[in-house]
């Protein structure tokens, strides 16, 4: 056998062959852990998104993960603007709404992905008492504030840190509110971490402190369609939530303070059904919603524990969305104050239904609701709150 100086023997030719075999196998293997996705790294990426009305800079974020699902962040908001999760063909589409301009988010967004402060969902008549001392908020939705007044945590831009581990990916976003912002007391400084797993989850991790007594109720506003962006309503999809009681409200989307038991009502979601089969019912809850805008009282084992709220699945892309969170509550909301009146980044209208939120949070109006789980944050703690939307197929 002729092997060249390297092999003066039969035996060192064997081994001058594997060798060489070895390192083929090497370099296909490498190949191989380079091109597939299943061993890809996480990885983020970040480019310049535009710049607000005011000359702010807003930077784009666009988590990766070792599966291809992606997830982009703009600094302005804290906004998902886009999130694209795989279907049971291993097809990824976005599934949630969103415009594809700065401009639009500033100045018509109904919160499509953005972070919600510092109360989530509304306070009655914009007003609450702490400490007995009275506090006045902007009345940004008739009479009463929702989601953080005029220029809430969705309309700021925030400061942003990339986090990265081999699996998981994230983007920590920073804000200071100060005292006085928008009505409320204490300058409060906030943390939100998304991150998005290995196994298709988008986690987000709120902390706050304050420096006076203040209260506090953050969430997140994503808009989900599984079936993707603008491929029509919601309705169709399968939803079940943990929740024997939810809060009625009043004509005002107010909660009436009655923690009412869902049995024999379309607020029913404990065995899964399709979103359709209530929205339509003539329930007068349903009818002051226009759809389902109400808040749900997650059954809890632990009062802290990070446990599974809801399952939404869509039938049509196998896709299906766990909500997990450590909140005692969850705004469903169907998008019915959707009205065709906006494009957005499908390239389409919106029109009523075409998403929904499943935004967890504590109670709407708790600061005038002493029954309900308590919003206040005083300074020396610490609010920490987890929500995870884990995507799968089914
Ligand atoms: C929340 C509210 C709804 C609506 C949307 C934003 O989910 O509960 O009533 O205001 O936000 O349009």
Redesign the pocket.
Known sequence: MKLGYYSPSRRGGAIFVSLKKLSTVLAILMFLLATSPTFAKASITKTVYGKTGDGKEVNEYTLTNSNGAEVKIITYGGIITSLRVPDRNGNLDNIVLGFNKLVDYETKN??FGALIGRYG??IANAKFALDGKDYTLAAN?GSNS??GGNKGFDKVVWEAKEVSGDANVGLELSYLSSDGEEGYPGNLTVKVVYTLTADNAIKIDYTAATDKATVVNLTH?SYFNLGGNGSGPIYNEVLQVNADKYTPVDAT?IPTGELADVTGTPFDFRNPKTIGSGIRSGDEQVVLGRGY?HNFVLNRADKTALEKAAYLYDPATGRGMEVWTTEPGL?F?TG??LDGTLVGSSGGMYRQGEGL?L?TQHF?DSPNHSAFPSTELKPGDTYQSTTIYKFVVD
């Open positions: 109904p919160y969902n509304r939705n929702l989601h506003h989307l805008d705004q909301y019915n104050f939120c935004e709407p």
